[in-house]
């Protein structure tokens, strides 16, 4: 199978059926209808075999993975996602690979009514490149930086699963049953809150998605709005399945420092609070934690029983 034949066979098709779409996948470009009212929003997020996911990761969880992750920036950004475009270097052409693979994309890009409409295929380590794009009413867009002083904090989900997940994956963590495969699960299917982070314009008044770990990524947010914040240990959200395999100490590290939750932290001020109340009672709301305040000054502390805790540091692809 050639080049050509390979992107008419797997990617020709991909995810919802879009009126928006003028020219997808075929041309030298895809032609969108971006509508008049509206501001597009785009990112891109690469992903590479081992490093970004271990050797061998299966292939259907690669595919779910790749857009997974940039719908979750979206989702930060309280983005309405449209059209995604994939550029994909592979080793060699593995059909059964590929099946499972597009498989992945397409059930994630169907959840969220995404079309692919092109991208790129070329020879070589197994890498991934997904560009997501999609819309917000002007104006409305979540940014990092709007968080000031008073304003609670909030996260979704139970972030330490994810990195829990890779530990057991990779085996520095032990665990079987159900706990384990939930934690596994948490790693290889993260759930973009692409829903809720659209909910939260007009609520929250900074978000990011947590992709480093929760510390650095508050450390983002809050140096981007020229604050501080202060994590109150205690209401760190820990799943039972966390709980039990990890143990306390270790669950919070993780809750803390691990990485790849994609889960959703953002800031709220006081006259939010009923809006926000609202938006988590909703039907298909993710939980919802306040774990925090924001506060004048600047610096993320992470208040314990015994005073402050030590802060981990978040994933630097560049750290040496
Ligand atoms: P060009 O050489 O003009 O850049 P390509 O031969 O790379 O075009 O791609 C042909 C068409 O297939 C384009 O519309 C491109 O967007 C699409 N395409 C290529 N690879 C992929 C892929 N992995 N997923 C989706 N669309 C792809
Ligand atoms: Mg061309």
Known sequence: ??????????????????????????????????????????????????????????????????????????????????????ALTLPSIDEEWLEEFVGGFRALALAHGVALVGGDTTRGTLSLTVQALGTVPPGTALRRSGAAPGDLLYVTGWPGDAAAGLALLQGTLGGSGADRAALELKFRRPEPRVAFGQKLRGIASACIDVSDGLAADLGRLAAASGVGAVVRAAELPLSRALYTLAGEARARAYSLGGGDDYELLFTVPAAGRAALARATAASGAPACHCIGEILAGRGVRVVGEKGDLPLPKGWDHFAT
């Open 1 to 86: 199978m050639g080049e050509f034949e390979l992107i008419e066979r797997y990617f020709a098709a991909v995810g919802a059926e879009r009126s928006d779409v003028v020219q997808g996948v075929g041309d030298d470009a895809a032609v969108l209808k971006v509508p008049a009212d509206r501001e597009l929003i785009a990112c891109t997020d690469t992903l590479i075999e081992g490093r970004h996911f271990p050797v061998g990761f299966a292939a259907f969880d690669i595919g779910w993975r790749s857009l997974a992750v940039n719908l979750s920036d979206l989702a930060a950004m309280g983005a309405e996602p449209r059209w995604a475009t994939l």
